[in-house]
């Protein structure tokens, strides 16, 4: 999640903005819906060569905040590779160097190039990194939230989310592949037009805009993100059926804790019906006070 301060507060003197992009209208999950730059993270993320490059966080350091044993730091490469690629702003400066893609129209041209060679596979994010002599601000990236998805479907994502300001100067443009648009947006302008049926959003990224739309600048909201950093849950949505069809239930929800944690026979659907059923949920969840009433329920899919 990139955030930034509208030069206009809105009326309830909320500054803060956060960039989506959009997925590609022909995504198998969820196409159209609208998201933070993200993706999968990448082998090459990681190693010698990220943590020579990256500034402010060992992979020591980045593998106690998620948890994990080694690799941590590749998350985070991973991150700022994936808003490179989908959103064209590069979480990276020179030492001593001016700001980095701030007017500069051949050092533009030049990474333009080499964004699509990252997005085609034919160069390594890292290998960009070390030719233009950039340390990677990872330092400024912080954990922010994690989500896997409940058990049943033959897909799931276990998902890192984490919050930055977005580079001064940049300009954001999402890659007209995976991507079809970009805004800038209020967190809770998103969460409107989501409940308006004219911006569409999934349920985790609903919890997301919901947490960070407590805050009316974003310097608010990163320095309590830096706080909160060392002390992330893990949420997984259990997926139970009743009489009226399919409820997820969160942690600390009403029944959470007796439901079983793998309901691979509870037929929510799949193809389409999967993405009805997700699209019922995320309504559900983004309810006028914020909260799921003790679940988020859609209708039993076929």
Aim: proline share 6%.
């Amino acid at each position: 999640m990139l955030v930034r301060d509208a030069e206009e507060p809105a009326s309830d003197d909320s500054a803060l903005e956060v960039l989506m992009v959009r997925r590609n209208l022909q995504s198998d999950f969820v196409g159209g819906a609208y998201v933070f730059p993200g993706g999968a993270v990448d082998p090459l993320d990681g190693g010698r060569d990220a943590e020579a490059l990256s500034q402010g966080r060992s992979d020591v350091e980045a593998s106690i905040l998620l948890g994990v044993e080694s690799g941590g730091l590749a998350y985070w490469v991973a991150a700022l590779r994936e808003t490179f690629e989908e959103a064209g702003l590069l979480l990276a400066e020179r030492p001593d160097g001016p700001p980095l893609l701030a007017g500069d129209a051949e050092e533009e041209a030049r990474f333009v190039a080499a964004r699509a060679l990252v997005n085609k596979g034919a160069r390594r994010f890292l290998d960009v990194c070390r030719d233009e002599r950039l340390q990677l601000l990872v330092g400024d990236v912080h954990y922010f939230a994690h989500w896997i998805t409940p058990r049943g479907p033959s897909r799931r994502y276990d998902t890192r989310f984490f919050v930055a300001a977005a580079p001064p100067g940049q300009l954001a443009a999402h890659d007209a592949g995976e991507t079809i648009a970009d805004t800038w947006i209020s967190p809770r302008r998103a969460l409107e037009g989501h409940r308006k049926g004219e911006f569409e959003v999934i349920f985790p990224t609903v919890r997301n805009l919901q947490a960070i739309s407590r805050f009316a600048t974003s310097a608010e909201l990163l320095e309590a993100a830096e706080r909160a950093s060392h002390s992330v849950p893990t949420i997984e949505p259990r997926v139970i059926a009743d009489g009226n069809g399919v409820r997820i239930l969160l942690p600390g929800d009403q029944g959470y804790d007796d439901a079983p944690a793998n309901d691979a026979d509870v037929p929510i659907g799949g193809g389409h019906d999967f993405n009805d059923a997700i699209r019922a949920v995320s309504l559900a969840a983004n309810s006028e006070d914020g909260s799921t009433r003790g679940g988020a329920a859609a209708p039993r899919s076929s």
